[in-house]
């Protein structure tokens, strides 16, 4: 199946005769998610945010809508403003190997459209102040949706899963035969690129950026990530990727990384005491899970 434009991958352990009702508790959660946030759902709540830019109407936000958008709101802070969901506007800009479409002028007047902090929150709901302006909380919400799944499972007594959304998945267990969960890791090798196989047991996983589709400018290569101040590619890793106990805690580790330059990224994902890989803009693998990979 199919969640936000992404593949859908679902394994749940059918020890208990449970399996095809747990999996249909499953599926509902991810047509709840994706109707309720999905940026491209005619009446979600994004939807309709985007729908109100400039006009002054507030979309009225629920529990769950608001402690989202208070997550992606510390999570621009904390990136000091450059992790910013306003940004999707400007790949209009470039083609997908990183020409720039748009002048100097027409790229200074699309940067007016940009800017989280632009987004009004109050007991009326939310609101974005230019006519416009659109956010796009896809790649938060999918990780969001992997940790509801496996939170479901767990309640529901599901001991062996797999949960994977694109980039972004989650296991319970083990495998149900005691093999453990692996997933394909594709880095950098040569000329060419090459999979390591990741163990991945009650574990979440999630990755960012993609070093086989980097922008090129000047010769150099760039992430897909612009700067919200500049409109410019952002000089930064171009994937990371880290597991953590939950998966919105990976996605915000490696999402945060990717908002910092080179140096800086690394000695922060060197602070957090996770295992990560990243992949430089010379194609270098870095972190604790390189070795192996480069080794395998």
């Known amino acids: 199946m199919h969640a936000f434009g992404k593949a859908c991958h679902l394994v749940v352990d059918n020890l208990t005769g449970r399996g095809p009702e747990l999996l249909e508790l499953c599926k509902a959660e991810i047509s709840r998610l994706e109707h309720k946030f999905g940026t491209f759902q005619p009446d979600s709540v994004i939807s309709r945010i985007n729908q109100g830019a400039g006009t002054g109407v507030f979309t009225p936000l629920d529990p769950e809508s608001r402690s989202l958008i208070k997550f992606v709101t510390a999570l621009w802070t904390r990136s000091m403003h450059v992790f910013d969901p306003t940004t999707r506007i400007l790949r209009e800009c470039y083609t997908a190997d990183?020409?720039?479409?748009?002048?100097?002028?027409q790229l200074?007047?699309?940067l007016r459209l940009v800017g989280w902090g632009q987004l009004e929150v109050t007991d009326q709901g939310a609101h974005l102040a230019r006519k416009g302006m659109v956010v796009d909380l896809n790649s938060c919400v999918r990780p969001y949706l992997i940790d509801s799944i496996k939170k479901i499972l767990i309640r529901e007594g599901a001991k062996h899963a797999l949960i994977e959304l694109e980039q972004d998945i989650a296991t319970i267990g083990k495998q149900p035969d005691g093999a453990n969960w692996l997933i394909g890791v594709r880095f950098p090798k040569g000329s060419s690129a090459a999979i390591h196989r990741l163990k991945l047991n009650d574990a979440s996983f999630a990755l960012r950026g993609d070093f086989e589709r980097a922008m090129r400018v000047n010769g150099e290569r760039f992430s897909q990530s612009l700067s919200p101040v500049d409109g410019q590619p952002i000089p930064g890793l171009l994937a990371v990727a880290v597991t953590a106990d939950n998966c919105l805690a990976a996605c915000s580790a490696a999402g945060m990384a990717m908002t910092r330059a080179e140096p800086a990224a690394l000695n922060w994902l060197a602070s957090l005491g996770l295992p990560w890989v990243a992949i430089?803009?010379?194609?270098?693998?870095h972190g604790p899970m390189a070795a192996g990979m480069q080794s395998g």
């Open 98 to 105: 990183g020409a720039l479409l748009a002048s100097p002028e």
């Open 108 to 110: 200074k007047g699309m």
């Open 280 to 285: 430089d803009r010379d194609l270098n693998c």
